[in-house]
C-alpha cells in the first residue's frame, strides 16, 4: 500500500474489458445464457461455448453431436408438449410421426386411447381454437401420464438429449377454448389440480433417470401464482418462463411496474429453492434494449448457479455480445434506490429501471458499457436495463494514497487521500475468498522534503498517523464513500526489504568522519510508526509484520550497491529500538539455481529457507522465544524462460513442495507466500517465478500448489 506515490507516475492505461469472458462465469463454470432453436430451422451457434443450454425440437437430434463437441458443458433439452398431441405431426399416410413434439402421436392415440383427448359438453375431442392442429390431452388421466413419460424418456436417452421441456404447463386452457367448457374440469381449480398431478407422476421419474425436467410454467400474474410457482418447481429441475421481461416477439411490450416485480418474485424463489430458472424472451435479434433489459433483470435476482436466460429471435439466431454479458459472481443482493434497482458484482454492476419514467443514475466509479463508452452516469429509459464492468487499468506507477499533506490524517474520509486503487483490491480479494496482506511503503515527497519514496519520514508520526487511517477503512466496518462497507484487512507489514538499498536509503551515513549504519536506525522508526498506529485503532486481530528483510547482503558503504545482510540489520534495529510489532517478516530466497530448499549458506549472515533456524535463534536472543515468523516472499524462477536463475519447471514444482512442507515442520512460521502468481513479461528486471506464464499457460507448480494443505 504506496504511502506516497513514485516520483514521475504515470496513470495507468483504461482498457475495456471482455464482456463475455468465460472467467466471468459463476460456480456452474457454464456461461448463465441459453440459446433456443424452437422458432425455425436450429442451426449449431457459430460460438456454442457462449451458451449452457440450447433447447431443440426432437427431430434436431443430429446436431447434439456438434453442439457436444463444441462446448463440453452444454445441456441439450428438447421441446415437449406436456398437454397436447399435433394433429399436424402425421404422414401422408395418417400415421405419427416418428419424433413428436409431444409425448403422444395424435393418429395412435385417437385410435387406441380416444380417452385421453380432452372433450367439451358434446364429447367432442377440443382443438384449440387458436392454434389448428393442437389437441387437449387429459393431463390428470394416470395411463395419460404413464405413456407420455414411457415415450419421453425412452427417446431421450437413445437420441442424446440431456432433458426435456414440458410446455403448455398452466393452471388454465381457457385461452384454447373460446367459450367452450370441460365437464370434466368446469374450473380453473380442477384443471390445475391435473397438471400439477401430472407434475407429481412424471419430473421426478425423469429426474430419477437422470434427466432435466424443465415445465414452462404459465401462470396469472398473482400472489397466489407465486406459491403455485414454488410447489410446482418442487418436483422437477426447476423451470421455464416466457414472456420473462417482455410480451410477444416486437420490440415493445415490455413489462414494466408489479408486472415484472412478480416476474423477479419467481426468479428469487426458484434460485431460493437451488433449481434451474429460464428465463424466456422474445425479439428481433437488433433489439438491444430489450437483450439489455432481459440480461440486467436476470442478474438481480441470479446466484452464479446454473439458471440461464434465453432471448430467441423468430427467424434467427438471436447471438448478441449483449446476450453473453458475464460479471462473475454476485457480491451481494439486489437493493433498490429512487425506482432504480442495482445489484453489485466482482467485475461490474447491474441496473435495471422497470419503472415507467426515465431515470438517471450517478455512478459510484467508471464502468464500461457493452458497446465500450467510459462512463460514471447514466439515463435509463422507462422498462431497461444495463450490464456494465469495471474497467481493466494497465500499467501506470501512480499508486500513492497520500500524494499531498492530508489535513487530518488520521481521518480515512480525508480529501488528501486516494484509495481508489486499494478499495477495489480489497472488494475484488473478498468476492474470491483471498486474504490481503498490505505493506505499507513508501514516503511521499511532502514527508520528507522531496527525497522520495526510499526515504524516511522527516516525522514518524506523519507515518503513524497514515497507519491508522489505512488500519480503520480496512477495519471491515467502514463505509466507503459509495455507501458500501469495505472488507477487513488484518495483516500488515511495514515498508519491504529495508536491508536493500531498492527500498531505503540512506543504508549508510557519514558520521564524525566514520560510516555507521543508518537504514537500520530509520527503519526501527518506520517499523514503530506503523506498528503503532495500526495498533492504536484497537481493532480486534490487527497483525503487524516487521523486518521484511531480503536473504542478502553485507556490502560495504563505497561499493555500488551498498547494502546489509539480514542478521546484522535486525540487531541494529534492535538496538535502536524496534519493538511492539507481532511477528517478524522474511524472505528467504534462493541465490543459484543450484540451492534446493534444504541448502544452508556458507556465510553466516544470510538467511535463505535451508538456514530458518538461525534466524529465529537471533529473535529469541532479541525478543524472546514467542516471536512469531512470517515468510512474506518466497520462490523459485524458471529457465523458462529465465535461463541465468530459472530451474526447471517440475524442479519449481518439487521446491514448492518440500519448502512448504519445511515451514510448517517450523512450528512459529505462521505464514508463506509465494512469489508470483503470474511471470513478470520484463526478462531481466521482473521475475519469472509465477504459476503461470506471460501467455496464461499453466506451470506443474500451480496443482502442487494446489495440493498443499492448507
Not at 263 to 273: I, N, S, V
Not at 646 to 654: E, M
Amino acid at each position: 500500500l504506496y504511502w506516497g506515490g513514485r516520483f514521475g507516475a504515470v496513470r495507468p492505461k483504461v482498457v475495456a474489458p471482455r464482456f463475455d469472458d468465460p472467467a466471468g462465469y459463476g460456480t456452474s463454470k457454464q456461461p448463465s445464457v441459453g440459446v433456443s432453436g424452437l422458432s425455425g430451422e436450429f442451426r449449431v451457434p457459430a460460438q456454442p461455448a457462449r451458451y449452457q443450454y440450447a433447447l431443440l425440437q426432437a427431430s434436431d437430434h443430429d446436431d447434439i453431436a456438434a453442439l457436444k463437441a463444441a462446448n463440453k458443458g452444454i445441456k441439450v433439452i428438447a421441446y415437449k408438449s406436456a398437454a397436447a398431441t399435433f394433429s399436424f405431426a402425421t404422414t401422408p399416410e395418417g400415421a405419427d410421426q416418428e419424433l413428436l413434439p409431444s409425448g403422444v402421436g395424435y393418429a395412435k392415440t385417437a385410435e387406441q386411447h380416444p380417452e385421453w383427448f380432452l372433450a367439451d359438453k358434446d364429447e367432442k375431442r377440443i382443438e384449440s381454437c387458436i392454434s389448428q392442429g393442437r389437441w387437449l390431452m387429459d393431463v390428470g388421466n394416470p395411463e395419460y401420464q404413464t405413456a407420455w413419460l414411457e415415450n419421453v424418456s425412452a427417446e431421450l436417452k437413445e437420441k442424446g438429449f440431456d432433458g426435456v421441456l414440458l410446455d403448455d404447463v398452466e393452471t388454465s386452457v381457457g385461452r384454447h377454448l373460446c367459450g367452450r367448457t370441460i365437464p370434466k374440469y368446469p374450473g380453473d381449480d380442477g384443471y390445475a389440480a391435473a397438471m400439477e398431478s401430472f407434475l407429481a407422476k412424471v419430473a421426478p421419474e425423469l429426474k430419477a433417470k437422470g434427466l432435466l425436467a424443465l415445465p414452462k410454467i404459465s401462470l396469472p400474474r398473482n400472489a397466489a401464482a407465486v406459491a403455485t410457482w414454488t410447489k410446482w418447481i418442487s418436483y422437477g429441475s426447476g423451470a421455464a418462463l416466457d414472456s420473462w421481461t417482455k410480451s410477444g416477439s416486437e420490440p415493445s411490450e415490455h413489462l414494466a411496474g408489479d408486472d415484472w416485480a412478480h416476474q423477479q418474485a419467481l426468479l428469487k424463489e426458484t434460485e431460493r429453492a437451488g433449481k434451474i430458472f429460464l428465463g424466456l424472451t422474445s425479439g428481433p435479434a437488433t433489439d438491444l434494449r430489450s437483450i439489455r433489459y432481459s440480461r440486467a433483470s436476470f442478474l438481480l435476482g441470479w446466484n452464479a448457479g446454473s439458471s440461464a436466460v434465453v432471448y430467441t429471435s423468430p427467424t434467427a439466431e438471436s447471438w448478441s455480445p449483449e446476450t453473453a454479458v458475464e460479471v462473475g459472481p454476485p457480491l451481494g443482493a439486489a437493493r433498490e434506490a429512487g425506482g432504480v434497482w442495482q445489484r453489485e458484482f466482482r467485475d461490474g454492476l447491474v441496473l435495471v429501471n422497470p419503472s415507467t419514467t426515465a431515470k438517471t443514475v450517478k455512478l459510484d466509479n467508471s464502468y464500461f458499457t457493452p458497446s465500450r463508452q467510459l462512463i460514471t452516469s447514466i439515463r435509463l429509459e422507462p422498462a431497461s436495463g444495463i450490464t456494465l464492468r469495471f474497467p481493466n487499468f494497465v500499467g501506470g506507477t501512480d499508486t500513492g494514497a497520500a500524494k499531498r499533506r492530508p489535513r487530518d490524517a488520521t481521518n480515512p474520509a480525508d480529501p488528501a487521500y486516494d484509495w481508489s486503487l486499494y478499495d477495489r483490491t480489497v472488494r475484488f480479494a473478498a468476492a474470491n475468498r483471498i486474504r490481503i496482506v498490505f505493506s505499507i511503503f513508501g514516503t511521499p515527497k511532502w514527508a520528507n522534503n522531496g527525497l522520495g519514496l526510499r526515504y524516511a519520514p522527516s516525522t514518524p508520526a506523519d507515518l503513524l498517523k497514515f497507519a491508522y487511517a489505512a488500519a480503520k477503512r480496512y477495519s471491515g466496518t467502514y463505509r466507503a464513500e459509495d455507501g458500501r462497507v469495505l472488507p477487513a484487512v488484518r495483516h500488515w507489514l511495514a515498508w519491504n526489504e529495508p536491508n536493500n538499498p531498492v527500498f531505503l536509503l540512506p543504508v549508510y551515513k557519514r558520521v564524525a568522519g566514520k560510516w555507521v549504519l543508518q537504514s537500520p536506525r530509520d527503519y526501527a522508526a518506520i517499523c514503530n510508526a506503523i506498528t503503532r498506529g495500526i495498533h492504536l485503532t484497537l481493532i480486534r486481530g490487527e497483525k503487524v509484520g516487521c523486518g521484511v528483510t531480503a536473504p542478502r547482503g553485507g556490502s560495504g558503504p563505497k561499493s555500488k550497491r551498498p547494502s546489509v545482510a539480514p542478521l546484522p540489520f535486525l540487531r541494529e534495529a534492535k538496538k535502536a529500538g524496534m519493538r511492539g510489532f507481532d511477528a517478524y517478516a522474511h524472505h528467504p530466497y534462493y541465490d543459484r539455481p543450484s540451492e534446493t530448499p534444504a541448502w544452508r549458506p556458507k556465510n553466516k549472515r544470510h538467511v535463505v529457507l535451508g538456514n530458518i533456524d538461525v534466524l529465529l535463534r537471533e529473535l529469541d536472543r532479541l525478543y524472546g522465544r514467542k516471536t512469531r515468523l512470517w515468510i512474506t516472499e518466497y520462490g523459485y524462477q524458471t529457465w523458462k524462460p529465465d535461463k541465468k536463475f530459472g530451474v526447471t519447471w517440475a524442479n519449481q514444482a518439487k521446491y514448492l513442495t518440500e519448502a512448504y512442507a519445511r515451514a510448517r515442520k517450523t512450528r512459529r512460521i505462521d505464514m508463506m507466500l509465494w512469489f508470483l502468481l503470474r511471470d513478470d513479461r520484463n526478462i531481466k528486471a521482473g521475475w519469472q517465478s509465477g504459476f503461470f506464464t506471460t501467455g496464461g499457460k499453466r506451470k506443474p507448480s500451480a496443482e502442487a500448489f494446489k495440493r498443499l494443505p492448507r
